[in-house]
């Protein structure tokens, strides 16, 4: 895909309509690689035997994908989305700023952030919680504008939202709501409200930092209860949201796909749509959602042609998941000026999975040596050598990779290809690592095996070039801190490879790997399977505890790039909750991407 330039004032509803109109400026990809190689894998000899892992084929066709109506980009919907932007908005400044509640102003960002909207009042979000924090002690805070008498619920909403922005605020707070038993209630009543203030209870608890033990303390309670709540309630609309919360989490939970639950969570709750202004901002939110639905339509239709015209395609023994890794990026991501990170995620998403087909099965260890080589040589005029299956999956390697870093000259003003570069190099040497013990049957400790997976997981390759394409500038003194070495880099690399190992080792094991985290810590502890998992499980949550502390920290890192990565983190998690949703995408995840990308909202 050609460069594509927008204004920052393209975060808004405005910006839908200039992303829209710049991305038709490039509705015919370049068609380079296929004249340049021919592209199927059938060229290569058929004497060679290879190994193939049988997935299922692509589930998305291009002609589907360009009938897609986008039935939304018109300039109407825009003009209607910002009168009701300006109602909402009128809605944070008209709380008055004495004899309100602290409360209110919290539920309004509440809101609006788990309906998606929230990026068109940062203004009012930050003014409110500003007003929130002033109050805030280490009593917790209360419901009324002075903050005094602390409530449960008021504190622990308080305390969650205020901790995802970034507010110095302590967990040791909920101390002050411990019963003599332990409990956070001295007697239930299963009240809608002391519903809610458990649910709140339990949201709070996911985002809490390593050695909190309140907070897991907090976590137990929240789901025991909830779950005894699932069981008893009649309330179906309280089932759906405690059902929601209990199976996604904060972790595993895309941001896209809470948006539209939420959307039918509020929509089902009569009591809460009796109120005029919730009416206003649920109306907001679906026309929202819509819009950009569409938008991304367009997006997914320019690279449904890209990645047709690559000839990657026609590999038959490779994984075609482009439409899934967009989704991936685009469930996190829905600013219309963050066009290149989306698309640029995707991408890259993309050809790493057909490189892992190739290092993992397809390819002899002759051919990985000669890949590997060749993308450290980055010279397209000097593979003549490779096989033919290797040349088209170079020039689209190649073609991406340099795509991303044009982009990302744009927003950083500096040449990022040397860094580039040296970030895939060692990702494939990590992937020759396990084809070389492949070949020779050698089973590494799990120590041995984690630090290599940590770079073979593919985190930072997907993250790092993308992010530079944010309109955030990471200098070179700057990167450190959030790519590699940096613990926040290391803590999304291992939770990557361990949330895959987990959910995907039996698959792997059947296709003749023998290295996993699984198996590498099955072997060195002598263990069995369950016990293995059970403890990788248990590690696993604790990173996502470090992680939740190293994203949330103060630092010198802009925020909006934290954000992003974490996103993808979220999104990552989210396919991994049961199984290997980007391999295995006709379960669920075929239908999550016809809810979010394919099936707009009903208008009512």
């Not at 003009?79 to 109602?87: D, G, L, M, N, P």
């Not at 950009?292 to 320019?302: A, D, M, P």
Request: hydrophobic share 35%; net charge negative.
């Amino acid at each position: 895909m050609a460069s594509i330039s927008l204004s920052p004032s393209a975060l808004g509803f405005s910006g839908l309509n200039k992303a829209s109109n710049q991305l038709k400026l490039f509705a015919k990809p370049s068609r380079r690689r296929l004249d340049l190689l021919p592209c199927k894998a059938s060229s290569t000899p058929q004497t060679t035997a290879r190994r193939t892992a049988n997935h299922h084929p692509n589930l998305w066709d291009d002609n589907f994908i360009q009938s897609l109506p986008k039935a939304y980009e018109a300039p109407c919907y825009a003009e209607e989305a910002e009168t009701f932007i300006r109602e909402v908005k009128e809605m944070f400044n008209g709380m008055p700023t004495q004899n309100s509640s602290v409360h209110e102003r919290l539920s309004m960002v509440d809101k609006v952030e788990r309906l998606g909207i929230d990026r068109h009042f940062q203004k009012e979000i930050k003014e409110a919680l500003d007003c929130v924090y002033r109050y805030w002690n280490d009593k917790g805070i209360g419901n009324g504008e002075s903050g005094s008498c602390a409530d449960l619920n008021t504190t622990v909403l308080a305390l969650r939202i205020l901790r995802l922005h970034r507010y110095d605020v302590s967990s040791g707070v909920l101390e002050n709501f411990k019963e003599k038993d332990g409990n956070f209630l001295n007697s239930y009543s299963q009240s809608n409200e002391e519903i809610n203030t458990i649910l709140n209870l339990y949201r709070v608890s996911l985002i809490a930092f390593p050695e909190e033990k309140i907070m897991e303390e907090a976590k137990v309670f929240a789901t025991k209860y909830l779950k005894e709540v699932m069981s008893q309630t009649k309330d179906s609309n309280i089932s759906k949201e405690i059902q929601f919360n209990l199976e996604y989490g904060w972790h595993t939970n895309m941001p896209r796909f809470e948006t539209r639950n939420y959307i039918d969570i509020y929509g089902g709750n009569t009591s809460w749509m009796a109120c005029k202004s919730n009416k206003k901002i649920l109306y907001l939110a679906k026309l929202d959602f819509n819009m950009v639905q569409s938008l991304q339509q367009q997006e997914l239709q320019l690279l449904s042609r890209w990645w047709t015209e690559s000839g990657v395609p026609q590999l038959d023994f490779a994984r075609n998941r482009y439409v899934e890794y967009y989704f991936w990026a685009a469930g996190g991501c829905v600013e219309p000026k963050y066009y290149a990170y989306r698309i640029g995620c995707a991408k890259i998403a993309s050809i790493a999975t057909v490189l892992d087909d190739i290092y993992d099965t397809y390819g002899t260890l002759d051919e990985l040596k000669l890949f590997t080589n060749a993308v450290k040589r980055w010279d397209p005029s000097s593979i003549d050598y490779l096989p033919e299956y290797m040349k088209v999956v170079f020039m689209a390697f190649y073609e991406i990779v340099n795509e991303m870093v044009e982009e990302a000259t744009k927003t950083q003003g500096r040449d990022t290809l040397d860094y580039a570069r040296k970030v895939w190099e060692a990702f494939l040497d990590s992937y020759m690592q396990e084809a070389e013990w492949l070949a020779t049957s050698y089973i590494p400790t799990f120590e041995e095996y984690l630090e290599n997976a940590k770079i073979s997981g593919g985190a930072r390759i997907v993250i790092l070039q993308p992010l530079l394409t944010l309109d955030a500038v990471l200098p070179d003194t700057l990167l450190p801190k959030i790519d590699f070495p940096s613990r926040f880099n290391e803590l999304l690399a291992l939770t990557f490879r361990l949330s895959n190992d987990i959910n995907s080792f039996k698959a792997e094991v059947a296709r003749g790997e023998k290295a996993s985290c699984v198996a590498c810590y099955m072997r060195d502890r002598s263990t069995e399977e369950e016990e293995a998992l059970d403890h990788l499980k248990s590690l696993n949550e604790k990173l996502f505890k470090e992680l939740s502390f190293e994203y949330l920290k103060l630092d010198s890192v802009p925020m909006c790039s934290k954000d992003h990565a974490i996103s993808l983190s979220q999104g990552y998690h989210f396919f991994y909750r049961e199984r290997d949703g980007f391999t295995i995408s006709t379960k669920d995840t075929r239908n999550y991407i016809l809810k979010i990308l394919v099936q707009p909202m009903t208008m009512l």
